[in-house]
């Protein structure tokens, strides 16, 4: 019998499906992931559905600002109005999937199986992405469906098979897998669950207000590459003026996630766990 027959190396060796069932495993594992996507999910159907079902023209537009006439919505638009409430749910878990085992020092443990480290990364990125685009995509088509119900008869009631509608809910789904993303990425590069979170919210709610102090020349120029209305752009039903097209808007978030991505795969490999 030779050396090799007696050692279980090769049994075990680190491959990157079995890395990806581990974080499967863990994903799974965790209440925090069963109650954070119900959470979500329901996020998105309710208020889109409230949304739809108090809808009056030349009201005030729900969760718009002052002013704001609700004549000028689509039915695509109220239907997703907890696009924002879900995506700090989904940001949220994707933060707690990777942060949270720094936080418990699961980490280590994670890294001494794992030596080589970015397939660690990429599989968390892998396992959370899909399952957040398959549930709030479905989510959007529930909260799409019920709205119809609210809009029965109304000038802007929208059926699935209306040009963009699919479009546009799938688009939410996208956006929202890409924030879980970048949330398994921010947790990562800060190893805090409470930092990533802030950063997270900055970026998507606070960001985009702040930068409306600076000129206006300026800030028309840059609002649209904003992570979060270029992310509002990829499920947004007709494009305005001062926004990007969806394609572009996808192409600018998928971006800013890449990048999130790349910082944290440096700090993976670069510093100690």
Do not use: C
């Not at 638009?77 to 749910?89: C, H, I, P, Q």
């Amino acid at each position: 019998m030779t050396v090799t027959e007696l050692t279980p190396t090769a049994a075990y060796k680190v491959t990157g499906p079995r890395v990806l069932r581990s974080e499967w495993a863990k994903f799974w594992s965790l209440r925090s992931s069963w109650i954070t996507l119900g959470v979500a999910v329901v996020l998105l159907i309710v208020f889109g559905a409230i949304a739809s079902a108090t809808y009056s023209p030349g009201a005030t537009a729900q969760g718009g600002p002052p002013g704001a006439d609700s004549g000028d919505q689509d039915a695509v638009s109220l239907a997703l109005l907890g696009v924002t409430f879900a995506s700090l749910a989904v940001g949220v878990l994707g933060v707690l999937l990777s942060a949270g085992e720094y936080t418990t020092g699961m980490i280590r443990s994670t890294l001494t199986a794992v030596p080589r480290r970015l397939p660690v990364l990429w599989s968390k990125a892998a396992v959370i992405g899909p399952v957040i685009l398959v549930l709030t995509t479905l989510g959007a088509l529930a909260a799409f469906q019920l709205g119809t119900l609210g809009l029965d008869g109304e000038k802007i009631a929208l059926s699935l098979g209306d040009d963009g509608v699919l479009r546009s809910l799938a688009g939410a789904g996208l956006y929202l897998a890409l924030v879980a993303v970048a949330g398994v990425a921010l947790g990562v590069l800060l190893r805090s669950s409470a930092g990533a979170i802030a950063v997270l919210v900055g970026v998507l709610l606070i960001l985009p207000g702040l930068a409306s102090l600076l000129p206006d020349s300026l800030y028309d120029t840059i609002n649209p590459y904003f992570p979060s209305n270029a992310g509002s752009a990829m499920y947004a039903l007709h494009q305005s003026s001062d926004a990007l097209s969806p394609g572009a808007g996808l192409a600018v978030f998928a971006g800013w996630v890449a990048l999130i991505l790349a910082g944290a795969a440096w700090r993976l490999t670069k510093s100690d766990a």
